[in-house]
């Protein structure tokens, strides 16, 4: 399974190597945008893109963007609360004996 990250792409690094700054939740990374450039690279600054190690998959709009951040804060929240019940129930099992 892979999973796209939702980023904003803000400026055009390499035009000859089709990379660009994407914005990801506060951090930015160089990608390829070769996937997403249909015309002139500079039409894909302020497109948002699912970003997948380190290519630009394909274009979503903002409120799609905003969903699956959503999202994936939730999952990163339900796994913080998953492992802390692990820890719980292994401190129950190791007071128990």
């Not at 939702?6 to 160089?30: F, K, N």
């Not at 002139?40 to 699912?50: N, Q």
């Amino acid at each position: 399974m892979c999973l796209g990250i939702p980023g904003q792409i803000v400026a055009v690094t390499d035009e000859a190597r089709m990379m660009a700054m994407a914005e990801v939740s506060g951090v930015r990374r160089e990608v390829n945008v070769a996937c997403i450039a249909t015309g002139p690279i500079e039409e894909v600054v302020g497109k948002w893109a699912l970003i997948h190690v380190g290519f630009a998959m394909s274009v979503i709009d903002e409120d799609e963007a905003a969903a699956t951040l959503e999202a994936l804060r939730g999952l990163g929240e339900a796994q913080e609360t998953l492992e802390a019940m692990a820890h719980g129930e292994a401190a129950l099992e190791g007071t128990q004996a």
